[in-house]
């Protein structure tokens, strides 16, 4: 017994430190979106509080707004099959104008077409942003198909003025 078994020692060292390193690590968490109240379908989804849960449970949800496909009740957590898309009130028709900056889908606006006649009532049903960063966002609108005509004519001459409803 000359030469101490170091070799082994240090593979048995080795082992039991992998070993503790696996025991008592944080398992990876994602953080998640849940509702918070109850949502009716087609209702654009803006309750939410996010909750901590392991990684890769549930896909991911990364397009917002959210827009309820179904009823959801409060504590539903979101994924892409109970998610949809802003549906248009029945028999609207929809243009693709420039829209304010952090207009969104599901946002309400009133649209002037020229200075003396009445606002004409609209719903955004999807929006992008430039892909330099440097154009105004562009987006797709629903109106009612009887001002569809006068809001194309604002849109196509730039005397189109958009506003946001709040809320």
């Known amino acids: 017994m000359?030469?101490?078994?170091?070799w082994r020692h240090l593979a048995a060292a080795a082992l039991v430190v992998f070993g503790l390193y696996g025991e008592f690590r944080q398992p990876p968490v994602s953080s998640h979106p849940y509702l918070s109240a109850d949502v009716e379908a087609g209702a654009?989804?803006?309750?939410?509080?996010?909750?901590e849960i392991p990684a890769g449970v549930l896909p991911s949800v990364t397009d917002l707004p959210l827009v309820a496909r179904i009823d959801l009740p409060a504590g539903t957590p979101l994924?892409?099959?109970v998610l949809g898309e802003v549906a248009p009130p029945e028999g609207w028709l929809s243009l693709v104008i420039e829209m304010p900056t952090?207009?969104?889908?599901?946002t309400r606006?009133?649209?002037?077409?020229?200075?003396t006649s009445d606002p004409v009532d609209a719903v955004v049903l999807a929006s992008a942003r430039d892909d330099i960063g440097y154009g105004a966002p562009t987006g797709?609108?629903?109106?009612?198909p009887d001002k569809?005509?006068?809001v194309a004519r604002a849109a196509a001459s730039g005397s189109?003025?958009?506003?946001m409803v709040p809320g």
């Open 160 to 163: 189109l003025t958009v506003l």
């Open 109 to 115: 606006l009133m649209l002037l077409t020229d200075q």
């Open 102 to 106: 952090l207009t969104a889908p599901g």
């Open 140 to 144: 797709i609108i629903a109106i009612a």
């Open 44 to 51: 654009v989804i803006d309750q939410l509080e996010w909750r």
């Open 148 to 150: 569809a005509l006068t």
């Open 79 to 81: 994924i892409p099959s």
């Open 2 to 6: 000359k030469h101490p078994p170091v």
